[in-house]
C-alpha cells in the first residue's frame, strides 16, 4: 500500500513507511525508523543501479561532489537524529513525528495548489 501510494503521489520514504511500521507492523519508534532507513536503502539502490541505464542510454554524468554533499548532509542528520531518538521517549517521539507530518502535509497541499501558488 505504501508503494502505491509513494507511486502515485511522489511521496514516501520515512513519510509514509514509518507510520506503517508503527501502525501495522507493531513496531515501536525507535525500531520503525532504522527499519524505514534500511527499506529506504534498499528502494534506493535498486531504483539506481535500474537508473544507471538511463544514464549510460542518454550519456549523463553523475557530479561527485553533489552526491559527496547530499550524502554527507544525510549521515549527519541520520547520526543527529538517531542520537536524539534515544534520548526521548516514545510518545514524544510520535508527537514529533505527528508534527512534522502535519507540515510537510500542509507544505505540499500548498505547493501542490495552483490558486494558492498562483494567488
Same mark, same amino acid.
Request: hydrophobic content about 60%; overall charge neutral.
Given at each position: /500500500?505504501?508503494?502505491i ?7 514516501g520514504?520515512g513519510f !509514509?513507511?514509518?507510520? +506503517?511500521?508503527?501502525?501495522?507492523g507493531g513496531l515501536?519508534?525507535q525500531?520503525?525508523?532504522?527499519t524505514?532507513l534500511?527499506?529506504? +536503502? ?17 550519456? !549523463?554524468?553523475?557530479?561527485? /561532489? ?11 542528520g541520520s ?5 536524539l +531518538? ?15 507530518l /502535519?507540515? /510537510?502535509?500542509g507544505?505540499? !497541499?500548498?505547493q501542490?495548489s ?5 494567488g
Open positions: /500500500m505504501v508503494g501510494v509513494k507511486g502515485f503521489v511522489g511521496v520514504g !509514509l513507511v514509518v507510520p +506503517a511500521l508503527v501502525l501495522l515501536s519508534m525500531q520503525a525508523v532504522p524505514s534500511l527499506i529506504i +536503502a534498499l528502494k534506493s539502490f535498486t531504483g539506481f543501479w535500474k537508473y544507471t541505464e538511463v544514464i549510460a542510454t542518454e550519456e !549523463l554524468t553523475l557530479d561527485p /561532489m553533489i552526491i559527496l554533499g547530499v550524502a554527507s548532509i544525510g549521515i549527519i547520526w543527529l537524529g538517531s542520537t +531518538a534515544f534520548r526521548l521517549p516514545q510518545a514524544t517521539l510520535k508527537q514529533i513525528f505527528g508534527v512534522f /502535519m507540515v /510537510m502535509g507544505f505540499i !497541499l500548498v501542490s495552483p490558486e494558492l501558488v498562483a
